[in-house]
């Protein structure tokens, strides 16, 4: 059964550094989503894209974070500047094309900024 | 925009025994809400979902309700055994207000053999 990978598992990083984090949705499905979850809490939305643009973002989505789709199988989460607070459990998730349906989560990407 | 209020925030059952966790959700507009299960240091993974043109949902051990009156959706777990031990999201979401998934707290769930 096809799912969500995602790299690395665990990224450390001082704050102020950039940091990419990589995402291969599943091949035929067309909304990509980021998700973060910080230690203990809930899981919160970042950002959705579809048809090769943002399609809704959160307020935590601010200037510092930005999504590519660079080819035809990955997606990417970019932080420009690391802070602290952006230590968290990051997920990316895909879904096929209907509107409203399971998305798909890959394994995260624990990301520490120290 | 959607709000999601899960309770309790924390469940201890006996094996066998049945759980319950309850959401409410703001946003009239929802029309699916599935379930999560996440073990620790793992992915969610869904278990069941309903959406907003059916009342009630059942798979296996699991079921879902769903009053959209009330704008709240409860999930159902019989027969409890160890390994449904894990933190249980509820989540809702909207083709009107976009495709994210906005999720509730989490409740952790403990089922003592």
């Known amino acids: 059964e096809p799912e969500v990978t995602q790299t690395p598992s665990h990224q450390v990083t001082q704050m102020g550094q950039e940091v990419i984090l990589r995402c291969v949705p599943i091949s035929n499905h067309l909304y990509f989503y980021w998700y973060r979850q910080i230690l203990g809490q809930k899981v919160e939305f970042l950002v959705s894209f579809y048809n090769n643009e943002i399609s809704e973002k959160s307020e935590i989505f601010d200037d510092q974070f930005s999504v590519e789709r660079p080819d035809g199988s990955n997606f990417t989460l970019k932080i420009r500047s690391t802070k602290l607070e952006d230590s968290a459990m990051y997920f990316c998730?895909?879904?096929?094309?209907?509107?409203?349906?399971?998305?798909?989560f890959g394994p995260g990407t624990r990301l520490t900024v120290t | 925009g959607e709000n999601v209020e899960q309770h309790p925030s924390t469940l201890s059952v006996q094996e066998g025994d049945s759980a319950v966790i309850k959401c409410t959700y703001s946003?009239?507009?929802?029309?699916?809400f599935p379930w999560y299960k996440q073990e620790l240091g793992k992915r969610p993974q869904l278990i069941i979902d309903?959406?907003?043109?059916?009342g009630e949902k059942k798979d296996q051990r699991i079921a879902v309700t769903l009053n959209k009156t009330a704008k709240h959706f409860s999930l159902h777990i019989t027969e409890t055994q160890p390994e449904d031990s894990a933190v249980y999201f509820c989540?809702?979401?909207?083709?009107?207000?976009?495709?994210?998934?906005?999720f509730g707290k989490g409740t952790t769930l403990s089922v003592s053999s």
């Open positions: 946003d009239s507009a929802s029309n699916y």
């Open positions: 989540a809702a979401t909207s083709n009107q207000a976009g495709t994210a998934l906005i």
């Open positions: 998730a895909s879904k096929r094309g209907e509107v409203t349906g399971e998305q798909y």
């Open positions: 309903i959406r907003s043109n059916v």
